[in-house]
């Protein structure tokens, strides 16, 4: 997306025509499955799991995964086709279809920053500060003119990333 993430929220951020997923790393019940990119195959046994009424998408700061779920999922994985098989009529997941981990965590007391949590419960759990370089635009040069990253131009971003989404996903 060519929206500023911080000057204007999760929800404008994600209703960009532009912003897109670039990868996202599912589980069922804490068992991770491989890590989705464009072009593989959808997870389907994670949608099944979602848009059934016993499972909840859980996040750390909720919100951003909701905004991206119903504004970029939605869309760019035509998830109105997706929820029919399921014998869901919107692709679009409620409220309280999600789970808020910091709201857990702030429950019991813990600080509401992921690393400290995790700190405080002695996991290991280290969030690299350039992973997320390939999601931002570049400035175009006289020899690329692009204005963001692809994974053939920046594959050792691309990697950063897509290795701090399989570490999210505990």
């Not at 779920?69 to 869901?88: A, E, P, S, W, Y």
């Not at 702030?106 to 690393?115: A, E, I, N």
């Not at 290991?124 to 350039?130: A, G, L, Q, V």
Request: net charge neutral; glycine share 4%.
């Amino acid at each position: 997306s060519t929206v500023n993430l911080k000057k204007s929220g999760a929800w404008n951020y994600t209703k960009d025509p532009q912003a897109e997923l670039l990868c996202f790393a599912p589980s069922i019940d804490g068992k991770c499955l491989p890590l989705w990119l464009p072009g593989d195959p959808l997870p389907m046994d994670w949608f099944a799991a979602v848009y059934g009424s016993q499972h909840f998408a859980v996040a750390y700061n909720w919100f951003f995964e909701y905004s991206v779920f119903n504004n970029i999922m939605v869309r760019q994985l035509d998830l109105h086709t997706v929820c029919k098989q399921f014998g869901v009529e919107s692709p679009y997941l409620p409220v309280n279809k999600f789970d808020c981990a910091m709201a857990r965590a702030r429950t019991f007391g813990l600080p509401s920053q992921l690393l400290q949590v995790t700190q405080a419960l002695g996991i290991d759990f280290s969030k690299e500060k350039d992973y997320l370089t390939v999601t931002k635009p570049r400035k175009p040069s006289k020899l690329n003119t692009a204005v963001r990253w692809l994974p053939d131009t920046n594959p050792e971003g691309f990697q950063k990333l897509y290795d701090q989404c399989v570490n999210d996903e505990w």
